[in-house]
């Protein structure tokens, strides 16, 4: 108790908001300053801890998670999420990893979009595209945060105010992020998110996962299940086409559990734009706002699986095609290509400029609010 006094309060709490927290949260939420940022700011990694040993720790820092330590078919525990010891690799290093990407997550074609007839401009950061939001997204920002414990689930609150003209986008957005981590391993993400003028959203976390642990090399041997029969073909900047193309007959074919080495090397003009999966599929879905399974992802050598439901109308898949080697990860791990994978729920890229696709304005009076769940579990 007296260690775990000390850590908050060299995080920046109260005394008098370490005594209002009651021992279930003592027990279920730890935080501690994670380190600085080379301009002296601080960062803080919170602890969220369930009843069978489970923990995932998350910065204020783009709301990243920096671990996810979950135990195996033998019971031994490992960290299936990469990342970084130092906070300023974040800003320096990082491809996204584990963070919160906003405003837009994914790519707006040549950094531009039109909103009742006014037209806005993005900064480019990715060929001649804006790809996550910007140059400064949101997984840059250190958001405020605020833990407690709700209904036995340790509880993270992340909370941001992007201004009007914030990387180009229109519109002051008010944005909350929780994260509930519970006894069934179950880690629910609730974005939220107002504005004061019409504007574009599209929120997502980019998790890099390897099942066998952040530190074990290719995820070619994982055995994917994605709930689509369609998906958004690309062109050679990963921009949509606009077409909704079935998967059926294709490598993009994820309805049946297969692993994603099997065909990814098929000489095949999507997979040579994206350098393997880098495509968002199109979920079925019974209707619009219900949560569906979207995705099951299964590492037969430790017996993990994660499965990823959502009420989003899409998901990206992207199988660290452009990992290369070159970053020094946790532990000085360095990430190789195909080392994880991300599942990133959200809408379909360059939406803004799609007029078929799911609409992702956010006007005044409106609330975006979407929710993803992802779930640890071991096959015995
Ligand atoms: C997303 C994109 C990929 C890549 C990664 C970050 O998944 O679709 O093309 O940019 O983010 O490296």
């Known amino acids: 108790m007296i260690k775990f006094l000390l850590i908050i309060l060299t995080a920046g709490f109260s005394l008098q908001q370490i005594l209002a927290m009651n021992n279930e949260e003592i027990e279920r939420m730890e935080v501690k300053r994670f380190g600085l940022l080379d301009d002296g700011r601080t960062v803080k990694v919170y602890t969220l801890k369930n009843k069978i040993g489970n923990s995932i720790e998350i910065l204020d820092l783009g709301g990243i998670i920096k671990s996810i330590n979950v135990a195996d078919h033998n019971g031994e525990f490992s960290d299936i999420a990469l990342g970084f010891n130092n906070p300023q690799q974040y800003l320096t290093d990082s491809p996204y990893m584990g963070a919160l990407i906003g405003r837009y997550a994914n790519r707006i074609a040549k950094g531009k979009f039109t909103i009742d007839e006014v037209e806005y401009s993005l900064p480019v950061n990715n060929f001649e595209n804006t790809l996550h939001g910007g140059i400064i997204g949101f997984d840059k920002r250190i958001w405020e945060s605020s833990a407690s414990t709700v209904d036995n689930e340790a509880q993270l609150e992340l909370s941001l105010i992007s201004k009007d003209g914030d990387q180009g986008y229109p519109g002051t957005i008010s944005t909350i992020v929780t994260y509930r981590f519970d006894d069934q391993n179950k880690l629910t993400i609730t974005y939220l998110a107002t504005t004061d003028k019409t504007t574009v959203i599209n929120l997502t976390n980019h998790t890099y996962f390897n099942l066998d642990g952040h530190n074990s090399g290719s995820i070619l041997d994982h055995e994917v299940m994605i709930n689509a029969s369609h998906y958004t073909p690309v062109d050679n900047t990963l921009i949509p086409t606009g077409e ?9 074919d994820f309805q049946t559990s297969k692993p994603i080495g099997r065909d990814i090397s098929i000489d095949d003009p999507q997979l040579s734009f994206g350098l393997g999966f880098d495509h968002n599929w199109v979920l079925n879905k019974s209707d619009e706002n219900t949560i569906n399974l979207a995705a099951t992802v299964y590492s037969p050598k430790t017996g993990k699986f994660i ?18 080697g070159s970053i020094k990860g946790k532990n000085g791990t360095f990430y190789n290509h195909r080392n994880a994978f ?21 006007r005044p009076g409106e609330q975006y609010k979407t929710t993803t769940i992802f779930e640890f579990g071991i096959k015995k």
């Open 244 to 252: 909704i193309a079935a998967v059926k007959g294709t490598p993009m």
């Open 342 to 362: 991300c599942l990133e729920t959200q809408h379909f890229p360059n939406s803004p400029n799609q007029h078929n696709f799911p609409t992702t304005e956010l």
């Open 307 to 324: 499965n990823v439901y959502t009420d989003q109308p899409g998901i990206q898949f992207y199988t660290g095609n452009f990992l290369d």
